[in-house]
Every structure is written in C-alpha cells, then in structure tokens.
T-cell receptor, first 112, second 113 residues
Framework: QKEVEQDPGPLSVPEGAIVSLNCTYS??????FMWYRQYSRKGPELLMY????GNKEDGRFTAQVDKSSKYISLFIRDSQPSDSATYLC????????????FGKGTRLHILP | GAGVSQTPSNKVTEKGKYVELRCDPI?????LYWYRQSLGQGPEFLIY????????DSGLPNDRFFAVRPEGSVSTLKIQRTERGDSAVYLC???????????FGQGTRLTVV
C-alpha cells in the first residue's frame, strides 16, 4: 500500500458546482496536511495546510482532516473555470527528519 | 528573493552528459527539498536538506544523482552520465521548518536526448 493514495481523475464538473477532492493515507504519524494546486507546466502552489485534525476554511476552499479514518478532503465551493488544474495532497509527520509525501494528484476540469 | 528560484527553467542535454540544476530557496528557510515529477504523476521525493546536511537522501534513485547545499542556502542537484529516463521536471521547495508547508519553485524541465 502506498503511503498516500489519491484518485488521479480526471474529474469534470460544471461551473458553480461544489468539488470534493480526497486522499487517504496509511502512516498514522502524519500531522501536517497540505493541498497544492498545479497548473500545466508550473510548479505546485500551496493552497492550504492544516495541522492535526479538523477543518480550515479560506474563501471558497475548505480543508478537512479526519485522522481516525486517515482521510483528508478539499472542498471547492462555487467552482470556476480558473480552478481547472491538478490538485495534490501532501503530508508529513512533525519530526525533524521527516519529508513531505505527495499524492499523485487529481486532474480537475471545471466546465463553463 | 520573494520565492523559490530554479535555474535553468529548461535544460536539454545529450545522453551521457553531466548536468547541474540550481535552487535558490526563500531567504531564511532552513529546509530544502528536491522532487522529481514525471508527466501525470505527483512529485517524487529525492532528497531533503536541513541546513547544510542531507537529512534524508533515500529518494535518490542511484549514485549518478548527488545534491549539495554547502552554505545552507543555495542547493545544486547534480546528475552524472544522464540517461533518457532522467527526463522529468525537477522541483525544488523550501520551508521555514522541517516537515511543514513547503513552497515550490517553477521547476527545471530536463530533457535527455
């Protein structure tokens, strides 16, 4: 089992819909959880990060972490065509020598 | 600088040649990561520096790959005897504290012909 699993998509939704993106993980030591957005031929851009469990909201974006289920989600409300990109989840344990592990990314298409 | 800077943005090299890829992290960031990303895949971990030392180099695929960060700031990823399978985008990221949110550069697209 890979440490981080993410459905690669593609996921196509109409403009204005709510988008739900998810990742599961196997390492219970993970404490930091991040979502990155990556446009074609660009580097990943940090969208949100959360520490431990709970929800975090930033504008149209909400990140949720459920450590008991080892499951994280990113919700996008009122989706826009400009949200079309690849979304990468990433996580790490809070330990001096711990690296950040990424999912494969989900390709999202918002249809105008 | 304001963000992570990687140079060159594109590099085409012949099979068997040596290449160096440079990363300038965000000023003051002590942690620096190198990742490799192939088309349609997520970033694959290569090596992670905390200050000048490599805290984890378990992702380097073989001994042709080497990275340094001599003064704890700029890092160079070095690839010897390049192979066509090394073609990918090489991403660098830095963070203020190990294991926390990392900020990426735009990457270096390496093509080995």
């Amino acid at each position: 089992q890979k440490e981080v699993e993410q459905d690669p998509g593609p996921l196509s939704v109409p403009e204005g819909a709510i988008v739900s993106l998810n990742c599961t993980y196997s390492n219970s030591a993970f404490q930091y959880f991040m979502w990155y957005r990556q446009y074609s031929r660009k580097g990943p851009e940090l969208l949100m990060y959360t520490y431990s469990s709970g929800n975090k909201e930033d504008g149209r974006f909400t990140a949720q972490v459920d450590k008991s289920s080892k499951y994280i989600s990113l919700f996008i409300r009122d989706s826009q065509p400009s949200d079309s990109a690849t979304y990468l989840c990433a996580m790490s344990a809070w330990n001096r020598d711990d690296k950040i592990i990424f999912g494969k990314g989900t390709r999202l298409h918002i249809l105008p | 600088g304001a963000g992570v800077s990687q140079t060159p943005s594109n590099k085409v090299t012949e099979k068997g040649k040596y290449v160096e890829l440079r990363c300038d992290p965000i000023s003051g960031h002590t942690a620096l990561y190198w990742y490799r990303q192939s088309l349609g895949q997520g970033p694959e971990f290569l090596i992670y520096f905390q200050g000048t030392g490599a805290a984890d180099d378990s992702g380097l695929p073989n001994d042709r790959f080497f990275a340094v960060r001599p003064e704890g700031s700029v890092s160079t990823l070095k690839i010897q005897r390049t192979e066509r399978g090394d073609s990918a985008v090489y991403l660098c990221a830095s963070s203020a504290q190990e294991g926390t949110e990392a900020f990426f550069g735009q990457g270096t697209r390496l093509t080995v012909v």
